[in-house]
């Protein structure tokens, strides 16, 4: 079960971009604070949770409250077992008809996919797929940090008396490099994020702030700025699953949007300046 806000709207004529890698919803692209004060407060209201329902009393018999939307599928046993996999990076075991929890493993990334259980000479393995990655850490990359994972999948099974530990999880990076200085005046920053929104967004994270499954555009060094509109507008990544926006998006265009992923990026500076001790 989850719980979001609505954050989409329906235009009365949504403008249609002829390009195969832009989704094109017909609804606006949400207008998504800035302000990390008011995205956790947006962020706290997404709520995701595990509820057992009984069919026949049309009633709820127990919940169990997750951090964030997005956790996993379910695997019901008849040894009276839920399994199931989280977004937070867990995998869990409770009694099917009390909830309560028996068995907690880390996963070392969000779990979404249901988990499986089968036989093999008479023991019992469970089976979970475990990545992160579709929709809610793609364009709501803002809101999905709530789950602090990132994308490692494998494949995770265990039996009773399994002694394998993961290796330790992947860490964030821990410095932005030094941004070249912005030079773009305040309308065209805020063209450039309107248009990193309509076209950037749904893969790297609304404001410039990815979910971790794809590249985080705020962490971007020396080389990668030089080669921006090599990138962006002719396929300079191409091999690596990033499309080329010329005929869609002009040279000044492309340059408005790096103005407003530098910017970005000297607001990630500040950030973590003023958290420092």
Same mark, same amino acid.
């Given at each position: 079960?989850?719980?979001?806000?609505?954050?989409?709207?329906?235009?009365?004529?949504?403008?249609?971009?002829?390009?195969?890698?832009?989704?094109?919803?017909?609804?606006?692209?949400?207008?998504?604070?800035?302000?990390?004060?008011?995205?956790?407060?947006?962020?706290?209201?997404?709520?995701?949770?595990?509820?057992?329902?009984?069919?026949?009393?049309?009633?709820?018999?127990?919940?169990?409250?997750?951090?964030?939307?997005?956790?996993?599928?379910?695997?019901?046993?008849?040894?009276?077992?839920?399994?199931?996999?989280?977004?937070?990076?867990?995998?869990?075991?409770?009694?099917?008809?009390?909830?309560?929890?028996?068995?907690?493993? !880390?996963?070392?990334?969000?779990?979404?996919?249901? !988990?499986?259980?089968?036989?093999?000479?008479?023991?019992?393995?469970?089976?979970?797929?475990?990545?992160?990655?579709?929709?809610?850490?793609?364009?709501?990359?803002?809101?999905?940090?709530?789950?602090?994972?990132?994308?490692?999948?494998?494949?995770?099974?265990?039996?009773?008396?399994?002694?394998?530990?993961?290796?330790?999880?992947?860490?964030?990076?821990?410095?932005?490099?030094?941004?070249?200085?912005?030079?773009?005046?305040?309308?065209?920053?805020?063209?450039?994020?309107?248009?990193?929104?309509?076209?950037?967004?749904?893969?790297?994270?609304?404001?410039?702030?990815?979910?971790?499954?794809?590249?985080?555009?705020?962490?971007?060094?020396?080389?990668?700025?030089?080669?921006?509109?090599?990138?962006?507008?002719?396929?300079?990544?191409?091999?690596?699953?990033?499309?080329?926006?010329?005929?869609?998006?002009?040279?000044?265009?492309?340059?408005?949007?790096?103005?407003?992923?530098?910017?970005?990026?000297?607001?990630?500076?500040?950030?973590?300046?003023?958290?420092?001790?």
């Amino acid at each position: 079960m989850q719980e979001t806000a609505g954050m989409l709207s329906a235009p009365a004529n949504p403008e249609r971009v002829a390009h195969k890698s832009v989704v094109n919803l017909g609804v606006d692209v949400p207008d998504l604070p800035e302000d990390p004060e008011v995205v956790k407060q947006i962020a706290a209201s997404f709520k995701g949770k595990l509820l057992a329902w009984d069919p026949v009393q049309q009633q709820a018999v127990w919940t169990q409250d997750y951090r964030t939307i997005y956790n996993g599928g379910t695997l019901s046993t008849a040894g009276n077992l839920v399994f199931q996999g989280t977004a937070d990076g867990r995998v869990t075991a409770y009694a099917a008809d009390s909830g309560k929890l028996l068995w907690s493993s !880390p996963a070392n990334t969000g779990v979404m996919a249901g !988990p499986v259980t089968y036989e093999v000479d008479g023991e019992q393995y469970v089976t979970f797929m475990a990545g992160w990655g579709g929709i809610f850490p793609l364009i709501l990359g803002p809101l999905s940090r709530e789950a602090r994972v990132q994308p490692e999948a494998r494949v995770l099974t265990y039996k009773l008396g399994g002694k394998v530990v993961l290796p330790p999880p992947a860490q964030l990076p821990q410095a932005v490099p030094q941004p070249p200085a912005v030079t773009a005046s305040a309308e065209d920053l805020a063209a450039g994020r309107t248009l990193y929104n309509g076209f950037c967004g749904g893969c790297h994270g609304l404001n410039a702030i990815s979910g971790g499954v794809l590249p985080d555009l705020r962490y971007l060094d020396a080389r990668k700025h030089a080669q921006f509109k090599d990138i962006v507008l002719m396929g300079a990544r191409a091999a690596k699953g990033m499309p080329p926006f010329a005929g869609t998006v002009s040279e000044a265009d492309a340059e408005r949007i790096h103005q407003y992923l530098i910017k970005r990026a000297h607001d990630l500076r500040q950030e973590a300046a003023s958290a420092r001790p």
